[in-house]
């Protein structure tokens, strides 16, 4: 039987275990990334080990998250980067040179390598033929001190696309229709592939930005064949060397299929509080609308941004509506300054942002009280954008730019110009705002901050836990409701600062509750629902729920980042073996888990409710290697023994 792109590539890459769906399996990683809201924590996990040098082929520091600086604990971080950067053997992509997957698509991403990144995003290199894996912090360091990467074989789920899109409609589209079909949980442990003859029709960034927002749906990565599109895309950029052909086997045999027929696809729309809420354009055409955010790393390249001058051009933005435009690199701004497409969204009247994640991730041009914002980034999470109230929709760049001259929700099928926009013959390409570090860092000094701290300390667990049910949440709790990011990200170097805001927006009154119960020896359990800890890779949502207490997750399930970053930190994530049994506990109820080493090393655990008098079975969602590391309280304090 024939190989599919994503099994030649991990077979290419194997170091432990067997190719076998459901398998624990470890992968030798080429490239690693982090970006700035993550790396700071990284940096210090990788410092920790004692390492000298990075050992990976490849290791990028991006600057893209934390830019707007109010206050010291930015700048701080950035210099601490950027020393760190230099002092260790990493590449440095200072503030200003854009979003992490947007520059590494550009700079760094080549078919057949493995990258793993400190951003959930990171899948978005598959566009370019690359098996690109997000995870957190830790992971990532381990990877930069040379050490593979664990994860399970993964199921492959083969997307055939077949046909061409029609004007007005474009990839973003494409992956909503797969978000509708798939839905944002029940994906762990799967792969999306794609193949048929419509993938040729498809450029490179469009590519990306179905692999971007694969992430949406809790897949471990998506990927596209390298073909003659991606060695097209290399050499407009002056990388050709780095390509190669890689398709899947003609007698390859996917776990599932999934068929779309793109030239019957229509303009779809994420409507609140999901990427996976999908409604027809057509349905909702008409609906007043406030504000327009066009950029994110899911679509601002070059391509995008000419797609909506195209449509702004000679046209004015509605006087009701505030439109935002970021680039998502150095290269697509100067591009677009050259060419006279900045200066059409300008006389439109966009205010033009900087080439950062910004209004993705709540840092700024947060929409008013209970207004309606369109934009084209990859999230839509209740109280993400700054507003609680506010009502933010996931639309196409097209859908996009026709809703900002009108100020209602517009349908751009049939309605933009016919004649497809094409990848130039060759990109500006400038590598002046990457720092490569020096051959000899012997006399770099690491700048530290106040605001730097280090990655806190654990100790190996009880066999006996006794505490609190803290907390009790539903179904699809994010790692935005429990680690809040816009105005809190400054904190990030700073766990006990940042501990403050755990589920800030779901229950301000837990860190207090929970630290008194560390502080009286107790234990904190979080009980949850489905989809436990979807969205951002971000480990702080493990790393501060640690700092105050937390021992215990017990969920009907949990997302593969979520999960790893849970044990990473020590902190048990256990499943209801019947999910009817989420209703028997109640928040404050008074839990206890005994025979807890034993239990870890079974995979089976009895949850005694004292409040309630009654015994909940629980499995243990880990590897064999993760639960070593549960016993010693968590990886690093593994790696050290």
Do not use: W
């Not at 064949?225 to 780095?242: I, N, V």
């Amino acid at each position: 039987m024939g190989l599919t792109i994503c099994y030649k590539i991990l077979k290419d890459h194997l170091v432990k275990g067997e190719l076998v769906k459901g398998n624990p399996i470890s992968i030798k990683i080429d490239q690693t990334l982090t970006q700035d809201a993550t790396g700071t924590m990284a940096y210090l996990e990788f410092e920790s080990m004692g390492m000298d040098r990075v050992k990976n082929e490849l290791a990028v520091s991006y600057v893209d998250h934390n830019t707007v600086q109010v206050g010291f604990e930015n700048f701080d971080d950035h210099e601490y980067l950027r020393t760190v950067a230099a002092k260790k053997g990493v590449i440095y992509s200072r503030a200003g040179n854009g979003i992490c997957h947007q520059v590494q698509l550009e700079c760094f991403a080549l078919p057949g390598k493995t990258l793993i990144g400190s951003d959930s995003h990171t899948p978005t290199q598959g566009g370019l033929g690359e098996v690109a894996i997000g995870a957190g912090g830790l992971d990532v360091a381990l990877a930069m001190a040379g050490l593979p990467f664990s994860l399970i074989c993964p199921k492959v789920v083969g997307i055939k696309l077949e046909g061409a899109l029609r004007p007005g409609v474009s990839a973003k589209d494409v992956i909503l229709k797969v978000l509708e079909r798939f839905g944002v949980k029940g994906n762990v442990n799967s792969v999306f592939e794609y193949f048929g003859d419509g993938v040729e029709t498809l450029s490179v960034p469009e590519r990306a930005t179905i692999c971007n927002m694969g992430a949406e749906c809790g897949v471990t990565f998506s990927i596209f064949p390298s073909d003659m599109r991606t060695y097209e895309f290399l050499k407009a950029h002056g990388r050709e060397a780095g390509f190669k052909e890689i398709k899947a086997d003609l007698d390859a045999v996917y776990d599932e299929v999934y068929e779309i027929d793109l030239s019957s696809l229509e303009p779809l729309i994420a409507t609140p509080h999901s990427p996976g809420n999908i409604s027809k354009v057509s349905e909702l055409e008409g609906m007043p609308v406030n504000q327009v955010l066009i950029g994110s790393c899911t679509n601002s390249s070059y391509l995008d941004l000419k797609k909506v001058a195209r449509i702004l051009d000679g046209k004015t933005v509605a006087p009701t509506v505030s439109l935002g435009i970021a680039p998502g690199s150095r290269e697509v701004l100067e591009m677009i300054s050259q060419d006279g497409t900045l200066t059409t969204f300008i006389k439109a009247g966009a205010r033009i942002l900087e080439s950062a994640c910004g209004f993705c991730i709540g840092n700024h041009q947060s929409p008013g009280t209970d207004s309606i914002s369109l934009r084209t980034n990859n999230r839509n999470f209740e109280g993400r954008s700054g507003t609680k109230s506010a009502k933010v929709y996931l639309v196409s760049p097209e859908t996009a730019a026709l809703s900002a001259i009108s100020g209602r929700l517009e349908n751009p099928l049939l309605r933009v110009p016919y004649d497809k926009i094409e990848l130039p013959e060759h990109f500006y390409t400038n590598d002046d705002m990457l720092i490569f570090p020096p051959a000899d860092s012997s006399g770099v000094e690491i700048k530290r901050g106040p605001n730097i701290g280090q990655p806190p300390k654990s100790d190996p667990i009880g066999n006996t836990l006794e505490g609190t049910a803290t907390l009790k949440v539903g179904d699809k709790i994010t790692t935005d409701h429990i680690m809040p990011a816009g105005a809190r990200l400054k904190y990030r170097s700073n766990i006990p600062a940042y501990s403050a805001f755990v589920f800030e927006n779901v229950d301000s009154s837990f860190a207090k509750r929970a630290s008194a119960l560390r502080d009286e020896g107790k234990a904190v359990f979080v009980i949850a629902g489905s989809s436990y800890g979807q969205g951002s890779s971000r480990e702080h949502a493990a790393i501060c729920p640690q700092y105050l207490g937390l021992k215990a997750v017990i969920a009907k399930s949990i997302e593969r980042i979520h999960q790893a970053n849970l044990c990473n930190f020590g902190i048990l994530p256990l499943l209801f073996e019947m999910e009817e049994d989420y209703d028997l506990i109640s928040q404050d109820d008074e839990l206890e888990l005994d025979d807890v080493i034993d239990s870890i090393e079974k995979g089976v655990f009895t949850l005694f409710d004292k409040t309630k008098n009654i015994k909940i079975k629980l499995n243990l969602f880990a590897s064999d290697e993760q639960k070593k590391m549960l016993i010693k309280g968590g990886k690093l304090n593994l790696l050290r023994d």
